[in-house]
């Protein structure tokens, strides 16, 4: 007889065989099964054959109350205007079937995409879903809604002041005195990719900007983390288009910034995430290639006890030896690390659907 342990691992080995097995019918790369004492938990949060749209992409995560709930925007491809905001939540060991939460419809019925979503949970504050809505990065704008009982039910969308783009990729933090500080970013066409941080001490309710953080000619640089070290030491990394993460510091809780600079980890212009562990170390999320060296595969974990010092420690998602990588794509990836210490991990998995990844960096070395 299977020990139950032993049989939930057949089990999962399994369903990524036959999910393999439908992925080459579709043209799509082998489903790799993690094997790692870090890992505790990996599946899809649809399965291929039950995806609701055609692509999706930018995934997002929270854990409110022992529920698990994911975001991100999926429609016909990203730009399009059918492009909607997606939710599931995962209770009693299963998730929901997806349901479109918002969109970008105006009263006037013209429809916009919307992109980015980003959950969020303040200390004694309702669960937060910003998201971006517009024809473009150069002209979209800002929209939050709530939820009280832990993303089952959410409130109207509420458009953000002019100016309040909101978190462009990754989660804000909040520090110990309830400040929030909110990683933001603009892409203009004159003055390039620059990156900024917006804050609120009321939870929300009104935020205040700072000003851009690189000059966007240097760097070419969005979306950044935030890292928390203590007593008032931040770090920021961004993405940025010069093959490479790029790091600023602050020394004064984000008063003021140190000048943009290169941290030794490339980059292929795709999208990181990152958190403070609460055992003092920072645990980041990255492709590590540079432009040139194909699409954005691996996927891969890197630890550091100082952010300057980074070591590979995991491949998410591994380069596959002898097989043509074009096409495939592992990125956008969002990790959080809930109260229990455990890491919760979503991630674009070749557009087709999100995977989630949950791991305990006790045993990450």
């Given at each position: 007889m299977?020990?139950?342990k032993?049989?939930?691992?057949?089990?999962l080995?399994?369903?990524?065989?036959?999910?393999s097995?439908?992925?080459?019918m579709?043209?799509?790369?082998?489903?790799?099964?993690l094997e790692?004492?870090?890992?505790?938990?990996?599946?899809?949060?649809?399965?291929?054959?039950?995806a609701?749209?055609?692509?999706?992409?930018?995934?997002?995560?929270?854990?409110s109350?022992?529920?698990?709930?994911?975001?991100?925007?999926?429609?016909?491809?990203?730009?399009?205007?059918?492009?909607?905001?997606w939710v599931?939540?995962?209770?009693?060991?299963?998730w929901?079937?997806?349901?479109?939460?918002?969109?970008?419809?105006?009263?006037?019925?013209?429809?916009?995409?919307?992109?980015?979503?980003?959950?969020?949970k303040?200390?004694?504050?309702?669960?937060?879903?910003?998201?971006?809505?517009?024809?473009?990065?150069?002209?979209?704008?800002?929209?939050?809604?709530?939820?009280t009982?832990d993303g089952?039910?959410?409130?109207?969308?509420?458009?953000?002041?002019?100016?309040?783009?909101g978190?462009?990729?990754?989660?804000?933090i909040?520090?110990?005195?309830g400040?929030?500080?909110?990683p933001?970013?603009t892409?203009?066409?004159?003055?390039g990719?620059r990156?900024?941080?917006?804050?609120?001490?009321?939870?929300?309710?009104?935020?205040s900007?700072?000003?851009?953080?690189?000059?966007?000619k240097?760097?070419?640089?969005i979306?950044?983390?935030?890292l928390?070290?203590?007593?008032?030491?931040l770090?920021?990394?961004?993405?940025?288009?010069?093959?490479?993460?790029?790091e600023n510091?602050?020394a004064?809780?984000?008063?003021?910034?140190?000048a943009?600079?290169a941290?030794?980890?490339?980059?292929?212009?795709?999208?990181?995430?990152?958190?403070?562990?609460?055992?003092?170390?920072?645990?980041?999320?990255?492709?590590p290639?540079?432009k040139?060296?194909?699409?954005?595969?691996p996927?891969?974990l890197?630890?550091s006890?100082?952010?300057?010092?980074?070591?590979?420690?995991l491949?998410l998602?591994?380069?596959?030896?002898?097989t043509?990588?074009k096409?495939?794509?592992?990125?956008y990836?969002?990790?959080?690390?809930?109260?229990?210490?455990?890491?919760?991990?979503?991630?674009?998995w070749?557009r087709k659907?999100?995977?989630?990844?949950?791991?305990?960096?006790?045993?990450?070395n």
């Amino acid at each position: 007889m299977f020990k139950p342990k032993l049989m939930k691992s057949l089990l999962l080995f399994c369903s990524l065989i036959i999910v393999s097995c439908k992925g080459k019918m579709e043209n799509l790369p082998e489903v790799i099964p993690l094997e790692h004492p870090a890992i505790l938990e990996q599946e899809f949060i649809y399965e291929l054959e039950d995806a609701l749209t055609p692509e999706c992409h930018a995934s997002t995560v929270e854990v409110s109350n022992g529920v698990v709930i994911a975001s991100w925007f999926g429609g016909t491809e990203e730009k399009n205007d059918d492009v909607g905001i997606w939710v599931a939540r995962k209770t009693a060991g299963s998730w929901s079937t997806p349901t479109e939460v918002a969109n970008g419809v105006q009263k006037d019925g013209t429809r916009y995409p919307s992109w980015n979503p980003v959950l969020f949970k303040p200390k004694d504050g309702p669960l937060f879903l910003f998201y971006k809505v517009g024809p473009n990065p150069q002209e979209w704008w800002g929209l939050y809604m709530t939820s009280t009982d832990d993303g089952k039910t959410w409130s109207d969308p509420v458009e953000l002041p002019d100016g309040i783009l909101g978190p462009i990729k990754n989660q804000p933090i909040q520090l110990a005195n309830g400040e929030i500080i909110s990683p933001s970013s603009t892409e203009d066409d004159t003055d390039g990719w620059r990156i900024h941080l917006e804050f609120s001490s009321d939870n929300g309710k009104t935020w205040s900007k700072s000003a851009a953080l690189n000059d966007g000619k240097e760097f070419g640089a969005i979306q950044p983390v935030v890292l928390n070290y203590g007593n008032g030491k931040l770090q920021l990394l961004s993405r940025t288009e010069n093959e490479v993460i790029s790091e600023n510091w602050s020394a004064d809780y984000g008063k003021t910034w140190s000048a943009m600079q290169a941290i030794s980890l490339p980059n292929p212009n795709s999208g990181i995430d990152g958190v403070s562990l609460q055992d003092g170390r920072q645990l980041l999320v990255y492709n590590p290639t540079g432009k040139n060296w194909g699409d954005r595969v691996p996927l891969s974990l890197a630890l550091s006890n100082d952010g300057k010092n980074w070591k590979r420690v995991l491949d998410l998602e591994p380069l596959r030896e002898n097989t043509d990588k074009k096409g495939e794509e592992y990125s956008y990836p969002t990790m959080i690390q809930a109260a229990d210490g455990k890491v919760h991990i979503v991630y674009t998995w070749n557009r087709k659907t999100v995977k989630y990844i949950v791991l305990d960096p006790q045993k990450l070395n």
